[in-house]
């Protein structure tokens, strides 16, 4: 059964780190665009990375610098190193995949994702 499993999520002080994993489960990863997203209370999900096949990763802007995307296709792990945490990063993060070709897969942050994990929660108190 294809599966995206998230974990690490947790409570933190301003300033602090997290790390964020996700497992895909039952996927051929190499054939994966991956991304994380996230969704603040009353407000829209929006994307904060993604990640290529070959590694190539885009940012939203709010994160960049802070943030850093990366994936293990052999695992099949997917993990996003989250420092310098604001309160504003306040949110649950889901895990994303779009499933392309063996070939593998680019343009990871305009791909339409249809698969989602469960979401973790990540709280950032000042």
């Known amino acids: 059964q294809r599966q995206l499993v998230e974990s690490g999520g947790g409570s933190v002080q301003s300033g602090g780190s997290l790390r964020l994993s996700c497992a895909a489960r039952?996927?051929?990863?190499?054939?994966?665009?991956l991304a994380w997203f996230r969704q603040a209370p009353e407000k829209e999900r929006e994307a904060v990375a993604s990640?290529?096949?070959?590694?190539?990763?885009t940012y939203a802007d709010s994160v960049k610098g802070r943030f850093t995307i990366s994936r293990d296709n052999v695992g099949s792990m997917l993990y996003l190193q989250m420092n310098n945490l604001t309160p504003e990063d306040t949110a649950i993060y889901y895990c994303?995949?779009?499933?392309?070709?063996?070939?593998?897969?680019?343009?990871?942050?305009?791909?339409?994702?249809?698969?989602w994990g469960q979401g973790t929660q990540v709280t950032v108190s000042s």
């Open positions: 994303a995949a779009y499933a392309h070709s063996i070939a593998g897969c680019s343009n990871s942050w305009g791909r339409r994702y249809a698969t």
């Open positions: 990640i290529d096949s070959d590694g190539t990763s």
């Open positions: 039952g996927y051929l990863t190499r054939s994966l665009c």
